[in-house]
């Protein structure tokens, strides 16, 4: 790449990483990386593909590139490479068990996503994920409870086990109820602070031999002899996953806070200050032999930016993250000749121990191949690509809080624990009828979300700048429905007139309470009609259709959606129609007092209709959900 090329993309790097025709980097690289892997995720060249951490590293790279674009052919390629693997009976081909090695959990984390969407046969891919889960419950255990990396390496733990092992594990212990095995997953983290962290440097040793019996283990330590960059990178993110899923309220959540915090300014010390990445051995920068490399680089940076993002690095880290992004740019990635993109100075492996035996040494590390394009490094250049993405927009919401409200809507299914679960409409719902891609949206644009599941009231709404209200319950829906009261409606009215923003989705005429609902609407000069229209039949997704009028105070970057059986509105003054059609007034928005209200007659943004995976692609759902959402945090 030229000068010229680089400099932009490194200008680039400090506001919003965008590719030479626009498209973000971590589609960039996603759109390459699947069009070299077209069937499957071939991991070792020349060899059958099998199940392999890096496959599971892509596939939730590729997850990430889904929830923040919408786009339905990135679920459909994970769903595509995983039924390679699993059978109906949730058997796992290629993968066996009695190996008991933690490189064979990652791929969990996408059967985990898979086992709670609304799919066919998504019974499988839970077995499967009970099938890991059963080798982590029977994983060999030093003396002092940490697990063995392989049954081959016994006694040993090594850095890339908390990462192969624990963000599966947390997740798994979240969703299918397992709250003791929490303290599990924190001693993991513990013993590596106890025994592998040097005092002096703040870096922490690749392995750890509880035995002291391996060659390359010190004596007196059972250490390994040197900082490897990549081993570092994979304990730092394993760290930042973790928390994704660690309850709030476990005690040992602030210990693992707590090692982040004390591993990301040693992540900055050795932060290369010319190029801003990270050398292959960390801590002996420029000594010969030694070079900048991927997969490292792309971890911390990836770490250091979820870490502020999520609050527990001061914000300050990011500075060192988009100076470690823009260096990557630099440094390692290269444009093809046929647009795609490919990333450079990956190096192939490292490892402790085995056949031919692997001493630790510096010359041992700097021995091994240097790849283009390895996995190991692309997954994490998009991992750390889509949270400097997130670092460029979410100032919009910071501090800022989005409510549900989970009273006026209240209905319960069974989960995949059999036991009852509110759904519909709700921030954890990742099936078709839930607003989870409508919350990460939130979430990634800066705000926290919270459900009100009780009345609203002056002090549930005090620090909430958006609420949003879907579809209250008839009496066919909900045993005991809570219908909309004169007192509620004076509690919200007086909320957004002092600046709250509310979202109000009713459905179709029988589908929702609509008389109690309309007497909120009617405060704020819209009323909800008997008459409804798009009225789909089957697939006839052209019945479904909406055009958004150019210069839209809305929707913004949305020209055409779909909104099936909505209800139309009558509206007056202070409200005015933004959408309309064939004479019907389909979303209407108002202005009361300091704060602002919308309108529509159908809940049309939740994962169905805006996860890419059922309507066709024409229809920006997605685009209208982050449209919505920004209009909402920004409005006053």
């Not at 003396?143 to 092992?165: A, I, T, V």
């Not at 960390?282 to 971890?299: C, F, P, Q, V």
């Not at 402790?352 to 021995?367: A, F, H, Q, V």
């Not at 429905?481 to 007086?494: C, H, T, Y």
């Amino acid at each position: 790449m030229n000068t010229k090329k680089l400099f932009f993309y490194l200008l680039l790097a400090l506001n919003l990483p965008l590719g030479v025709w626009g498209q973000t980097y971590s589609v960039w690289m996603a759109e390459s990386f699947m069009s070299r892997h077209k069937d499957s995720i071939a991991v070792k060249e020349g060899k059958p593909a099998g199940w392999d951490y890096e496959q599971g590293l892509m596939l939730k790279a590729l997850e990430k590139v889904w929830y923040r674009t919408g786009d339905g052919k990135y679920f459909e390629y994970i769903r595509h490479d995983l039924d390679r693997y699993i059978q109906k009976d949730g058997s796992i081909r290629t993968y066996k068990y009695d190996e008991f090695n933690l490189d064979n959990i990652p791929t969990g984390r996408a059967l985990l996503m898979l086992a709670q969407q609304s799919q066919p046969d998504k019974e499988k891919y839970q077995k499967a994920a009970d099938l890991l889960w059963k080798q982590i419950e029977n994983q060999p255990k030093t003396n002092d409870g940490g697990y063995w990396h392989k049954k081959r390496y016994p006694f040993q733990m090594w850095l890339d086990g908390l990462f192969m092992c624990e963000p599966f594990a947390a997740e798994y212990s979240k969703i299918f109820n397992k709250p003791e095995h929490f303290n599990d997953i924190a001693k993991q983290f513990a013993l590596i602070e106890k025994y592998a962290v040097d005092a002096k440097t703040g870096l922490v040793y690749h392995g750890y031999d509880e035995s002291k019996e391996q060659k390359w283990a010190d004596k007196k330590t059972g250490l390994s002899p040197h900082f490897w960059s990549r081993a570092i990178g994979w304990y730092a993110m394993a760290l930042v996953d973790v928390l994704d899923y660690f309850p709030e309220n476990h005690p040992e959540r602030a210990n693992l806070i707590k090692y982040l915090q004390r591993l990301a300014p040693a992540l900055i010390k050795y932060q290369d200050p010319k190029s801003g990445v990270w050398y292959q051995m960390i801590a002996l920068g420029t000594r010969k032999g030694n070079y900048l490399e991927a997969s490292g680089s792309a971890m911390f940076v990836y770490t250091l930016a979820k870490g502020v993002r999520k609050g527990y690095l001061p914000a300050t880290y990011l500075a060192a993250a988009k100076k470690g992004y823009a260096g990557m740019l630099k440094e390692f990635v290269e444009k093809e000749a046929d647009g795609t993109i490919s990333l450079n100075k990956t190096v192939s492996v490292g490892g402790l121990g085995g056949t031919p035996y692997r001493d630790g040494s510096y010359e041992y590390y700097l021995s091994e191949p240097i790849r283009k394009n390895d996995l190991k490094g692309l997954g994490p250049f998009i991992f750390a690509s889509v949270e400097m993405e997130i670092a460029a927009e979410n100032s919009l919401g910071k501090g800022k809080t989005v409510a549900v409200d989970n009273y006026f809507n209240n209905e319960f299914r069974k989960d995949l624990n059999g036991n009852q679960e509110s759904f519909h409409y709700t921030w954890d719902d990742r099936m078709h009828s839930g607003f989870w891609v409508w919350g990460q949206i939130f979430q990634e644009l800066g705000a926290k979300l919270k459900t009100i599941s009780a009345a609203p009231t002056a002090a549930n709404l005090k620090d909430v700048n958006v609420y949003i209200i879907v579809d209250p319950d008839t009496k066919k829906e909900t045993a005991k429905p809570n219908f909309v009261q004169k007192s509620d409606i004076k509690v919200i009215s007086d909320w957004v007139k002092t600046g709250g923003t509310l979202i109000m989705m009713a459905n179709d005429t029988a589908n929702c309470e609509i008389p109690h609902f309309n007497e909120l609407a009617k405060a704020f000069g819209v009323e909800f009609t008997n008459k409804s229209r798009n009225m789909v039949q089957g697939t006839k997704w052209e019945q479904g259709r909406v055009d958004i009028p150019a210069g839209n105070p809305v929707f913004k970057n949305t020209k055409l959606v779909y909104i099936k059986e909505l209800v139309t509105l009558n509206v007056h003054a202070p409200a005015k129609t933004i959408v309309s059609e064939g004479g019907d007034n389909i979303i209407a928005t108002a202005k009361v007092g300091k704060g602002s209200v919308f309108i529509v007659g159908d809940p049309w943004l939740y994962n169905e209709y805006t996860d890419g995976r059922r309507i066709p692609i024409i229809y920006e759902n997605f685009s209208a959900a982050k449209d919505l959402a920004k209009w909402a945090l920004g409005v006053k």
